[in-house]
């Protein structure tokens, strides 16, 4: 009897769908895209409608071999590729592949889940559709939108700045929103203003601060400033007519002489019941956000751990389960099977009061594809305690993140008693201090989303307010002026970029992963706190791009580009239009780039900074690791220095004292350079003295070259401790002629082939293997020790450091079990390490 043929993505979902059907069915996985446009050529036919010409993945031959031999016995072939875009396309390629023709030619159906449960399997087998050829087209527009612009702009960034640099059609624009977020900060103008608050008590306790709000019907400002400037100073700080800003210490100080003069006496007490509604389950974007928030999960982990939970988990005698419905999504609807699970849920774990009259729907944003559903657990029995003891940690933390935030979406209101006390000081001044108290905490006893940024609601919260009546007289306690001064706004974390691309509508959020890796991996920008720093070369490639783009590369454009793939989506829009549209624009701006394009390559401008070496006035120049200085005077005169900043590219500052440090071996001025690993000190007398010095992390100079009195053995020269990118070593004072390193040896003899065992750094850590390697691989993590163990006689023991800071000898054999805790002053050494690692 002929099976049929079930083709999924991923070897994990093959295997769990192929137990739900049963032995029927044969289910192969194809491992993402079989085909794709070819590595050389652009692979597009202008000249005939776009015509894409597709290739086998190298790689990929012997996985379509496979799938067609299974393909040969079976009557129906089932593409269950994801349902989205991109598995669209992996099916029609697939079928592409696979269909035959004439009397050969197959059954080649498509089915749809959104989880990976056997009643979602067995349900979308029985109402198999054909390939939807708009999501193909979709996807297809999009393949070869980014290939044009990849392909041709790159090219450009190559010749004007240098090879390796890449252009993207969102990519581009989320650098674009990444610089003009930094230059928003280094135009910002702080504007000083101040703020004056009232500790006050009243009849009954406690004692509380209100805040000045009015002045004379005048609004106190302290949010908004719009300050604009003439010849650098300040003229206008954009406030109102009917609002008055405390600008300076001695306006605050004149109030403060004359608000303690008055009476405080309550003019109104407002309460009100203020609800908060929980948020809905997630969407992609969403998710990213928040696992980023709450998590510190990079978009990129937070995609693959969800990606790990769809495609299913060992948990115990269920096996492999799927947990969580499809991760790439922007529909909030979720079936009805799933909401009544919830509720009941809802209901017996909580109490009714928790649960609303009816199921809550959510609206998704314009545009949403309704067919998948929202983010949610596969069952809400499942909860994040009893898989516990079968998921890792990030699997449990995303997990419960996703489970909670769907049983809050299905959950009452936290209700909250808002106060509001209005407090007249005489007749021209007004304070105000708001409190609110949680009266019923609703969905916040499961979930409560997190934020970028404090708000007013977290000051409110933590306010305790006393009962007070109108007409009250209060009591002053303390009257304090705080000085403030605006900020400008944050750089961009993960959460927030994502969170600005989705509110323009820029990209989707299953390519948001890959375009943070992208700028960072390009070195368009860096992370200083996990805020994304645009680079001198992101900031260089950003402003051609705009300068010779800008229609392209613009926020507005982006998102009108996606609403397009949307269309073709559902069928408004021929692919082939949209393409034929944006290549007519996008040549013409091309051809002008070639020719106007500024050449940062090639580009000298002359300062007024004289070379020490020859006084030859010095040129700005662009080179592998941003702009530097070089001597005019060039081949006959070869000296450079790093460019003088008052940041480098990642925030830091860039040190004055560099400038006042000597070479220990000539004597000469050093001077700053930046190479691979970033800013170092070079002799200024290179090429003749080759002396360096490193900055070290933190910003500290590295101390100068050490001559030792020990004479190396290979070349009789004198030792010497130097400082490398992993901290301190000894090595031959004749390098480069002569490489020898003095390696650490610890004393203690390899149990393999008796060579040394030797200290080792790695690209993390110390470690610790044979000096014979390679041919001996014996490698330790923890430092072994010259001390035998007094249990089974072992030759040495290794020196482990505890989490707690502590440290304990252990031995290695296998059925020995010492372990000695070690005093403090015991063998003392500085390496802490992990546990043994095997070769």
Known sequence: MAKSLVIVESPSKAKIINKYLGPGYKVLASVGHVKDLPKKGIGIDFDNNFEPTYEIIPGKTKVIKELKAAAKDADTIFIATDPDREGEAIGWHIKEELEGRGKNKKIVRRVLFNEITKHAIKESFKSPKDIDQNLVDSQQARRLLDRIVGYQVSPLLWDKVRRGLSAGRVQSVALRLVVEREREILAFMPT????????????????????????????????????????????????????????????????????????????????????????????????????????????????????KLYEGIEIGEEGLVGLITYMRTDSTRVADSALEEARGFIGQQFGGEYLPEKAIFYRSKKGAQDAHEAIRPTSVLRTPDSLAQYLGKDELALYKLIWQRFVASQMMPAIFDQTTIDIKAGERYVFRATGSVLKFNGFLAVYEEGK???????????????????????????????????????????????????????????????????????????????????TELGMIVNDLLVENFDDLFNVKYTARMEEELDEIEDGKLKWTTALAEFYGKFTKDLEQAKLNMRDVKRQEIITDIKCENCGSFMAKKFGRYG?????????????????????????????????????????????????????????????????????????????????????????????????????????????????????????????????????????????????????????????????????CGARFVVEKWKKDGSREWRCLTEDCKYKEEVAEGDAPTEDKEGSRMTA
């Open 192 to 307: 000083e203003y101040w703020t004056l608050t009232a500790n006050l008590s009243a009849k009954l306790p406690p004692a509380f601060d209100a805040r000045l709000l009015r002045i004379e019907e005048k609004t106190v400002k302290t949010t908004d400033f719009n300050p604009t400037a003439v010849d650098g100073v300040i003229a206008d700080y954009g406030v109102k007519k009917n609002e008055v800003h405390i600008h300076n210490q001695q306006q605050a100080a004149e109030l403060v002489k004359d608000i303690q003069q008055q009476q405080f006496i309550v003019s109104s007490v407002t309460k009100k019941e203020k609800k908060r509604n929980p948020v809905p389950p997630f969407i992609t974007s969403k998710l990213q956000q928040e696992a980023a928030r709450k998590l510190r999960f990079p978009v990129k982990k937070a995609m693959q751990v969800a990606q």
């Open 452 to 534: 970028d940024e404090k708000d007013e609601e977290d000051d409110e919260q933590a306010m305790k307010l006393p009962l007070v009546e109108s007409g009250e007289a209060l009591q002053l306690n303390k009257l304090t002026p705080d000085q403030h001064f605006t900020e400008p706004p944050p750089r961009y974390t993960e959460a927030t970029l994502v969170k600005a691309l989705e509110e323009k509508g820029i990209g989707r959020p299953s390519t948001y992963a890959s375009i943070m890796t992208t700028i960072t991996d390009r070195e368009y920008a860096a992370k200083k706190e996990s805020r994304f720093v645009p």
């Open 627 to 791: 702009e530097f200085l070089a001597c005019t005077n060039y081949p006959e005169c070869k000296t450079t220095k790093d460019l003088a900043k008052v940041h480098d590219e990642v925030g830091e500052e860039t040190h004055a004292e560099a400038a006042e440090e000597t070479c220990e071996n000539c004597g000469r001025p050093m001077a700053m350079k930046r190479g691979r690993f970033g800013q170092f000190l070079a002799c200024t007398g290179y090429p003749e003295c080759k002396t360096t010095r490193k900055i070290q992390k933190g910003g500290a100079i590295a101390a100068p070259t050490i001559q030792l009195e020990e004479l190396c053995p290979q070349c009789g020269k004198h030792l010497v401790i130097k400082q490398g990118r992993f901290g301190a070593f000894t090595a031959c004072s004749n390098y480069p002629d002569c490489k020898y390193i003095k390696q650490e040896t610890t004393g203690v003899t390899c149990p393999e082939d008796g060579g040394d065992i030797v200290a080792k750094r790695g690209k993390r850590k110390t470690f610790y293997g044979c000096s014979n390697y390679p041919k001996c691989k014996f490698v330790l993590w923890d430092k072994p020790l010259a001390k035998s163990c007094p249990q």
